[in-house]
């Protein structure tokens, strides 16, 4: 019975710290992301704002995974990320000092007050406040549910045996320690049920020890497993473990006696001291690495060598189910990988160009390959959007995430018009033997090139969700459409009786439109404008010149318009 006790406290604690990640989440929502990108460039800003950050999602796996997140999306370094994830874990150990304060007396209190603000209210803000005041109640009620069921197994003599053989054994306290921070995915747990069974004296202060340095290296374990699949995740996780492995080797190898000085050097019982432990083990560690930064990342660079293009294999789908857990960054996640379709619909049009100017003819395979990872994506994209539950975001962040939803689809409408409509007439293009005029092949490359920039600046837009840069996307868009219907009018006015039309290069030219009708569509949803025409597939062809062509121009001219 007192091993299903301890497992319920742990999964109490799990569930705590859940809440209290969430609750901090919703009342700080997106930014933290942003603000760690813009204070990482310097060391000891990201110092600081990493100790901020493990205030605000006290969480060494969602800490993990952001790291490494916002190395995946920035120009940032593992040295330089590296500055954030030190900080990051000395703020996490004031949940851990929290946890010492005798205050399981009040959990009630907390649940009640908690459950309240969570379930009753409607803002934000209160149900924010709800869902940390729930999740500190999970918390303090574990530890006392640890605390009783320890007391009655420290009254079993074979109780006392087993923990007085184990405390004889640091190294396998040390190992035991890592591996379960590591199933629990939260050095925070490891730790709070070790505080606990300590407090009913179970496990002595020289066992702590062990214990505590062991629950800190699960976290760089963790954020092996999270960064495996890029090459700076790797060397930010690997910085992270030899950094703790080392000075916890340190520690165990100078001995009991080392062991029992770090625990009685400040005043108070057991809990306390191994809390302070955790503390200025993290501590000492950043503030020791921080000076040493540059070469630790030339370190990192010759243990975890950069990749050569041919070596690259980029992985399928980047979306971290464990972060649906965290809101704001299933959300940030999500941005990244609507990013990733940008990029692909960026190398589908420079495939069509390199088609169109008679560059290769045999690139046809290489657009219907980008075209089904297009695919591929967006479905992942939107499974991962649909499991983010409206309950844990707010009124702001259920709007984005509808306008993240909605712009994949248009991303992949954008993703078929190549395909199936600027492939055909860029092959169609490749064939004519007669040449374009000089103005005309002018007028294409240009209106290639700023296709190309809008997509560029959509992918900016998405990280920023700029209002301004959205406005002057729009106005962008109406101005290609212009452009076009200009070039179209001097091409009409300027044919002399019984010459035809250059229909396909007027194909060429009306698939840019409407690639640049659908990337605007972004725009819109950020300065929180619906149901404009402009955005649809529909309203992409909708456009007061084309009557003006007719007969059989009209007709070969109208095929690349969507029904």
Same mark, same amino acid.
């Given at each position: ?18 809440? &209290? ?11 933290? /992301? ?6 990482a ?8 704002? *990493? ?10 796996s ?12 920035? !120009?940032?370094?593992?040295g ?7 900080g @990051? ?16 007396e ?14 009753? &209210?409607?803002?934000a ?7 940390i005041?729930? *999740?500190l ?9 640890i ?9 079993s ?10 405390e004889?054994y640091p ?5 035991? @320690?890592?591996?379960?921070a ?6 925070? @747990? ?12 179970l /496990? ?17 374990? !963790?954020?092996?497993?999270a ?7 790797r060397?930010?996780a ?6 703790k492995? @080392? ?8 001995g ?11 005043p108070?019982?057991v ?12 501590l ?6 921080? %000076?040493?930064?540059? %070469?630790?990342?030339?370190?990192l660079?010759f243990?975890? %060598?950069?990749?050569?293009l041919?070596e690259?294999?980029?992985? *399928? ?6 972060? &649906? ?9 999500? /941005? ?21 100017t008679n560059q290769?003819?045999?690139l046809k395979p290489?657009?219907e ?5 297009v ?19 707010n ?14 689809q ?12 600027l492939?055909?007439?860029? /092959? ?7 040449? &374009?005029r000089a ?72 698939c840019?439109?409407?690639?640049n ?8 949803g950020?300065?929180?404008?619906t ?7 529909? !309203?992409?062809?909708?456009?007061s ?14 095929k690349?318009? %969507?029904?």
């Open positions: 019975m007192a091993l299903i006790n301890l497992a319920s406290a742990i999964i109490l604690i799990l569930l705590g710290m859940r809440y &209290l990640r969430k609750g901090l989440d919703r009342l700080f929502g997106n930014q933290l /992301v942003e603000w760690l990108q813009q204070t460039q310097n060391r000891y800003k990201a110092f600081l704002s *990493g100790m901020v950050a493990g205030l605000i999602s006290p969480s060494s969602a800490i993990a995974v952001l790291s490494v997140q916002i190395l995946n999306q920035s !120009t940032l370094t593992a330089r990320m590296l500055a954030v994830v030190l @990051a874990n000395v703020g996490l150990t004031v949940i851990v000092q929290l946890i010492t304060f005798d205050l399981q009040f959990a009630g209190i907390f649940i009640v007050a908690g459950g309240i603000g969570f379930l009753f &209210l409607q803002r803000i209160f149900r924010g406040t709800g869902q005041l729930l *999740g109640g999970f918390i303090f009620l574990a530890m006392s549910i605390g009783n069921t320890g007391r009655l197994a420290a009254s003599q074979d109780m006392k045996v087993l923990f007085s053989i184990i004889h190294w396998l306290v040390f190992v035991s @320690a890592a591996l379960l590591l199933a629990l995915q939260s050095s925070t @747990a490891c730790i709070g049920l070790g505080i606990g069974l300590a407090k009913a004296g /496990v002595s202060g020289m066992a702590m020890v062990p214990w505590v340095l062991g629950a800190n290296l699960g976290i760089g374990l !963790t954020m092996m497993i960064g495996w699949a890029s090459i700076e995740g060397r930010l690997l910085a992270s473990i030899l950094l492995g @080392a000075a916890a080797l340190l520690i165990l190898i100078a009991a006696q080392f062991a029992s000085y770090l625990m009685t050097a400040l108070g019982g809990d306390r001291n191994a809390a302070n432990l955790n503390t200025l083990f993290n000492a560690i950043g503030l020791l690495a921080l %000076p040493a930064l540059s %070469p630790i990342s030339r370190c660079s243990l975890v %060598p950069s990749q050569s041919e690259q294999d980029e992985p *399928g789908i980047f979306l971290d189910p464990l972060l &649906l857990q965290t809101p704001s960054l299933a959300l940030s996640q999500a /941005v990244r990988e609507e990013s990733r379709i940008l990029d692909h619909l960026r190398l589908m049009l420079r495939t069509v160009w390199a088609i169109c290769s003819r045999d290489k657009v390959d980008l075209f089904g990872r695919i591929a994506i967006q479905a992942e994209l939107k499974d991962y959007l649909e499991q983010i539950a409206d309950e844990n975001l009124d702001e962040d259920i709007s984005w995430r509808f306008n993240l939803l909605d712009y994949s248009e991303l992949l409408i954008v993703a078929t018009l190549i395909k199936r409509d492939v055909d007439a860029a /092959v169609h293009h490749s064939r004519l033997t007669k040449e &374009l103005e005309d092949s002018s007028e294409l490359e240009n209106i290639v090139n700023r296709t190309l920039e809008r997509i560029h600046k959509a992918t900016v837009l998405l990280m920023t969700q700029d209002e301004r840069m959205a406005n002057r996307f729009i106005q962008e868009k109406a101005e290609i459409s212009d452009k076009y219907r200009s070039i179209r009018r001097r091409h009409l006015e300027g044919l002399v009786p019984g010459q035809k039309l250059d229909t396909n290069f007027f194909d060429l030219l009306n840019f439109r409407r690639i009708a659908h990337l605007t569509s972004i725009a819109y950020i300065i929180g404008l149901g404009d025409s402009n955005t649809g597939v529909n !309203t992409a062809s909708a456009d010149e084309e009557p003006w062509l007719s007969g059989e121009e009209g007709t070969e001219h109208r690349s318009l %969507p029904a």
